[in-house]
């Protein structure tokens, strides 16, 4: 996942491209379908210039989308986009409920053990499925934590502070 932009936020990937008229496979996060239908434009970054790619269609499940973007006409296009992140202006974003976040937010969170001993720093989030997973950096290692009810204790995005469960106490 692309590091936070001061403005924007990266609210989902491009997988591949779906059928022949250009529209693209997106696994969406810090945000749901529901809201993203209400959405007119997303950006995509090509080196330091913001490209707006206006949404004609989404539609989907869960965290899956097709989306169909103005800007690409065929499947030629939409391959180029393959691996691409999405971002919003973070001004966009819906308001959010108390004990709910953005999952980037969670980048650069010091990360603390049920000992309060320091694990490391969030340095990256991936999101290979059914949740996302902290990649967390220790010096040379680095660990990697779901981010589900079972390793995780608390967030505290004010103190940039995440409390997990020990290793240990999981075996």
């Known amino acids: 996942m692309q590091p936070n932009e001061v403005n924007r936020i990266a609210v989902g990937v491009v ?3 779906h059928g022949i008229r250009g529209g693209v496979k997106v696994t969406l996060y810090n945000i749901d379908l529901g809201w ?3 959405m007119e434009q997303l950006f995509v ?5 913001w490209n707006p ?3 004609q269609t989404a539609q989907g499940h869960a965290d899956d989308a097709i989306i169909q973007f103005a800007e690409i006409k065929d499947r030629t296009e939409a391959e ?3 691996g691409a992140y999405l971002y919003l202006d973070k001004a ?3 308001e959010l409920q108390e004990n709910e976040f953005f999952i980037d937010d969670l980048k650069g969170c010091q990360v603390f053990d049920e000992k309060d001993d320091l694990v490391g720093e969030v340095k990256d989030i991936l999101t290979p499925g059914a949740h ?3 990649v967390v950096s220790g010096g040379e290692d ?3 934590i779901p981010v589900v009810e079972a390793w995780i204790m608390t967030i505290d995005l004010e103190a940039r502070r995440i409390q997990v469960r020990s290793i240990e106490e999981e075996s």
């Open 36 to 38: 993203l239908q209400n």
């Open 45 to 49: 970054r090509s080196g330091n210039k």
């Open 142 to 144: 680095e660990i990697l």
């Open 53 to 55: 790619m206006r949404i």
């Open 15 to 17: 997988r591949k491209p």
């Open 132 to 134: 996302e997973v902290l």
């Open 80 to 82: 180029a986009y393959r």
């Open 92 to 94: 966009d974003l819906p």
